[in-house]
């Protein structure tokens, strides 16, 4: 590790940085290996020093919000992770209302606080547990709703400058964007959604409803959400567990069997036991109904 970069960091974040750190805890799977090293941002600002000092020193930077769409190698992420805690949000009260959130936000916690506001048009995003970051650059969406309906605006940094992109230049698509698509050192600062003004009482039956309903499809317990997109007019679920696959274990990680699409963690499993099973479904549902499954999860860190 570059000497210089780490003692840049401590200077800028002191306690925030930390070395030869798991990350399984900083991710929903509760899997994975060390970073070298772990910076801690808290806003904005200190996300564009933290990812401009990594970027000055040509050293190879990843950014995680909750961990919530990655499964993390056993031998861990070289270079330096950024774990984005930058939370500061505000809303506009207009005729046309908006909410502006940095990037860190948990996207669940804004669609609640938007009810708060009787702020209607999130309520599908009370049931992503990722931050707002994540969610921008990954189209996240739920209940036929995604990022790409309510984004207005994002805050983008890149190592030319820090730029307002209008929704139109993320270029996306379904659980995608111009970001995950090809855009290796861009960062999502912030972002501005487009809110409607509606009734308390109603939105927040919305998210109880929504809520329910994602509770009684989705496996409790350590996963990654969905595995793999959807094919083209069917479901990766489906497909699974037509291929007899529920259920199936490798190590204590199991195809759940409430949901094909979901890959539980049983507790101290490995990173290659998933990836396996990653590997047996895709090569299963390919032979059974020449389907490729394609990931929807990130595969991320030191896999060779
Ligand atoms: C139980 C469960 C249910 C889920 N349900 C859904 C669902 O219904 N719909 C859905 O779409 N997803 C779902 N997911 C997946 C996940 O919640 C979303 O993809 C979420 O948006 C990821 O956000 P994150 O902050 O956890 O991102 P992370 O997993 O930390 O990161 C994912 C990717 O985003 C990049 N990234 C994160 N923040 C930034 C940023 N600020 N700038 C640039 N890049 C960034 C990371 O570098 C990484 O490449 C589910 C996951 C779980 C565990």
């Known amino acids: 590790m570059n000497a210089a970069v780490t003692a840049n960091l401590r200077e800028k974040f002191s306690s925030q940085v930390q070395e030869?750190?798991?990350?399984?805890?900083?991710?929903?799977?509760?899997?994975?290996?060390?970073?070298d090293i772990l910076v801690t941002v808290r806003t904005s600002d200190e996300l564009v020093h933290a990812?401009?000092?990594?970027?000055?020193?040509?050293?190879?930077?990843?950014?995680?919000?909750?961990?919530s769409n990655i499964l993390i190698s056993?031998?861990?992420?070289?270079?330096?992770?950024?774990?984005?805690?930058?939370?500061?949000?505000?809303?506009?009260?207009?005729?046309?209302?908006?909410?502006?959130?940095?990037s860190g936000?948990?996207?669940?916690?804004?669609?609640?606080?938007?009810?708060?506001?009787?702020?209607?048009?999130?309520?599908?995003?009370?049931?992503?547990?990722?931050?707002?970051?994540?969610?921008?650059?990954?189209?996240?969406?739920?209940?036929?709703?995604?990022?790409?309906?309510?984004?207005?605006?994002?805050e983008i940094l890149t190592e030319t400058g820090r730029f307002w992109w209008p929704v139109e230049k993320m270029e996306y698509s379904y659980r995608s964007s111009c970001l995950k698509?090809?855009?290796?050192?861009?960062?999502?600062?912030?972002?501005?959604?487009?809110?409607?003004?509606?009734?308390?009482?109603?939105?927040?039956?919305?998210?109880?409803?929504?809520?329910m309903r994602r509770k009684a499809s989705q496996p409790p317990g350590a996963s990654m959400g969905s595995m793999f997109k959807n094919p083209p007019g069917d479901f990766a679920g489906r497909l699974i567990e037509a291929s007899g696959l529920k259920g199936i274990r490798i190590g204590n990680v199991e195809i759940s069997t409430i949901h094909g699409n979901f890959f539980v963690n049983h507790g101290n499993s490995r990173a290659v036991d998933i990836k396996e099973l990653i590997l047996l479904a895709q090569h299963t549902v390919k032979e059974k109904f020449n389907v490729d499954l394609e990931l929807e999860v990130e595969m991320i860190g030191d896999w060779e």
């Open 20 to 35: 030869n750190i798991s990350l399984a805890p900083y991710t929903t799977a509760q899997i994975g290996g060390p970073a």
């Open 51 to 67: 990812a401009q000092a990594c970027w000055e020193f040509d050293l190879h930077l990843t950014l995680i919000g909750i961990g």
């Open 74 to 102: 056993d031998r861990g992420v070289r270079g330096v992770v950024i774990l984005n805690k930058a939370k500061a949000l505000e809303f506009q009260m207009d005729a046309e209302p908006s909410v502006w959130a940095e």
């Open 105 to 154: 936000v948990v996207f669940a916690n804004l669609a609640h606080r938007s009810a708060a506001q009787g702020l209607s048009g999130l309520e599908w995003a009370a049931t992503i547990p990722g931050t707002v970051g994540g969610a921008v650059y990954g189209n996240a969406g739920a209940f036929g709703s995604d990022t790409a309906s309510n984004l207005l605006q994002a």
């Open 181 to 211: 698509k090809h855009l290796q050192k861009a960062i999502i600062l912030s972002a501005k959604f487009g809110l409607k003004n509606g009734d308390i009482e109603l939105i927040k039956t919305t998210i109880e409803q929504l809520t």
